[in-house]
């Protein structure tokens, strides 16, 4: 079983160079490689870690060289846990991207870019799951921070190109300090293996370890958007394709937060920061659920949302007790599905409606109640309404608070419940908005361009306004004929730019506005709504597997033992 350990990093890694040796070519042949690679990683993730319930953590030293030299991968309940919600919420995405047509856009770049790229960001995040060391800890997000730059600027916009940057810079800076880290806690212990630092770190001078402790916990809080180190993420994934926004919203946050987990239970228990983390938990709630209730587009209210409801798993981790780490690991596991399927729901309004702007929404209630449906019922989960999966999480980390006792655990306890309240003003100010009031004059006709193969070059913006004038006068339909070819709603061959409005999406080159969602996207949506509410049915099983993991991580013994074999 053990041997089973590495292929989730392996296998999306392998499958990457077949699909760039294919390329642009053979659409067909590359959706079907996608979805079986992530399938496949699926069924794998759930079989680890079923068998790390049952038989204790698995690991494997690769190239059996043992610690401190060979590269060790540990699957235990909590990385089994993560690595099978990861798993099915990038397997939706993708099946969702295809719906959008976002691939199908590759045959105008030399090499295929959006499935090699998506298979790399999931390689990546399974060895920051599985990683048993600093150092492949730190591969593992190199590897995210590689493929996500790729997927935020597909498209070439100045936007998103503007927005990339930004996020690159931000985790190159972190990225370096974790560097300074790593190279600091090799020199006070001589190993970068987890186990081996859980045993030698006690020996290190107390400064020493709390300098460590601190350097780690502000590398994971940047990529984790915990205030005040969350000021580049509203700004950089509203930017991105909806798909890719959706992963990135959901996924690669809470890869920040599951290595706060790991290292604060398996190196530092008993941490001494443990008041400033619960500030920093407080903070990011207020002043993120704060935020949320003052933006008036979709995506940077969910955007907020996100950076408040880190600080609810901040919180668990900061209590650092059995009943608050089990919490935690139930709303990290609640959050990724339900913040993603909220982001992928803001991308079948904007795919509907060419717009995310509440203010220029309305009606959808009534003009598409099944995708009310899809908001609604994700949108109360994160409200935390009982007995939603939200309750759950919610509950066990503010009962943990107050057994814990305090003025900060009782202060945590009190932002929570606000928190959740202002929460649920937010989502119901985007229901009253977006779907139940009637829809505001001048709403976008259908076929208004959202995606374009080649975009103007950035910074026209007055070329680009006055295409969507000429577009609009036009009217829908005059653009291109039905079945026409690429480019022919601009005359021979030339670029749709964005805004435009034509009567077909151009066999792929655009994205366009569409009362007809198509069925994929739906299909996906559906299904992540449908795994947001199995985390309700199964809330007994969930929080049972969730304690146990709490005492394996609090316990230490047993990761210690698979690893180094005592």
């Not at 350990?5 to 392996?10: A, G, N, T």
């Not at 699909?19 to 070519?25: N, S, T, V």
């Amino acid at each position: 079983m053990n041997a089973l350990v590495p292929l989730p990093v392996l296998l999306p890694l392998c499958v990457t160079g077949l699909k760039l040796a294919i390329g642009p070519r053979l659409h067909r042949l590359q959706r079907f490689i996608s979805i079986a690679v992530l399938g496949a990683v699926l069924v794998l993730s759930v079989v680890l870690m079923v068998a790390a319930d049952r038989h204790g953590p698995l690991s494997v030293h690769l190239g059996d060289f043992a610690p401190p030299v060979g590269i060790t991968l540990v699957a235990d309940r909590l990385a089994g846990l993560m690595l099978t919600v990861s798993s099915a919420v990038t397997l939706l995405v993708l099946v969702y991207s295809l719906g959008q047509g976002m691939a199908d856009r590759d045959d105008q770049a030399p090499v295929g870019v959006f499935h090699p790229a998506y298979l790399i960001l999931v390689a990546g995040v399974s060895c920051t799951f599985l990683a048993g060391d600093l150092v492949n800890l730190y591969v593992g997000f190199e590897i995210m921070l590689v493929a996500s730059f790729v997927l935020l600027t597909i498209g070439g916009t100045a936007t998103r190109i503007r927005a990339g940057s930004t996020y690159v810079i931000i985790s190159l800076f972190s990225s370096v300090l974790f560097l300074i880290a790593i190279a600091m806690t090799y020199a006070v212990a001589g190993t970068v293996n987890l186990a081996q630092l859980s045993l030698r770190l006690q020996e290190v001078p107390l400064g020493v370890r709390t300098l460590l402790e601190a350097m780690l916990l502000t590398v994971f809080a940047i990529k984790a958007a915990v205030f005040p180190l969350a000021a580049w993420l509203p700004d950089s994934y509203p930017t991105a394709p909806a798909p890719v926004t959706a992963v990135f919203a959901g996924l690669l946050t809470k890869v920040g937060v599951y290595s706060m987990l790991r290292t604060q239970t398996l190196l530092f228990p008993g941490h001494r920061l443990g008041d400033l983390l619960m500030l920093a938990a407080l903070a990011s709630m207020v002043v993120g659920i704060l935020g949320a209730v003052a933006q008036t587009d979709l995506k940077r209210v969910l955007s907020f949302t996100l950076i408040s409801h880190i600080g609810y798993m901040v919180f668990g981790i900061a209590l650092a007790g059995h009943g608050s780490i089990s919490g935690a690991i139930v709303y990290v596991a609640h959050h990724i599905t339900v913040q993603t399927t909220l982001f992928l729901v803001a991308g079948l309004i904007e795919r509907r409606d060419g717009t995310t702007e509440l203010t220029r929404l309305g009606g959808l209630a009534k003009a598409a109640p099944l995708l009310a449906v899809l908001f609604f019922v994700p949108a109360m989960n994160l409200a935390g309404i009982p007995p939603l999966s939200g309750f759950i999480g919610k509950l066990g980390l503010m009962r943990a608070g107050i057994d814990a006792g305090g003025g900060w655990a009782w202060a945590l306890v009190a932002g929570s419940a606000a928190t959740s309240l202002l929460t649920l003003y937010a989502m119901a100010k985007v229901w009253n908005l977006a779907f139940w009031r009637d829809a505001p004059p001048g709403a976008e006709e259908e076929g208004v361009v959202l995606e374009s193969a080649e975009d103007d070059e950035p910074g026209d913006d007055e070329d680009d306004e006055d295409d969507r004038e000429e577009g609009r006068a036009s009217g829908p339909g005059r653009g291109t004929g039905r079945g026409g070819d690429a480019g022919a709603g601009t005359g021979g061959g030339l670029p749709v730019p964005a805004g435009a409005v034509v009567s077909e999406g151009f066999l792929g080159q655009s994205i366009t506005t569409t009362k007809r969602l198509p069925w994929p996207m739906t299909a996906a949506t559906a299904a992540a709504v449908a795994l947001g509410l199995s985390y309700t049915v199964l809330g007994g099983p969930l929080t049972t597997f969730t304690q146990a993991a709490a005492t394996e991580l609090l316990a230490r013994t047993p990761y210690i033992e698979a690893v180094l074999g005592r």
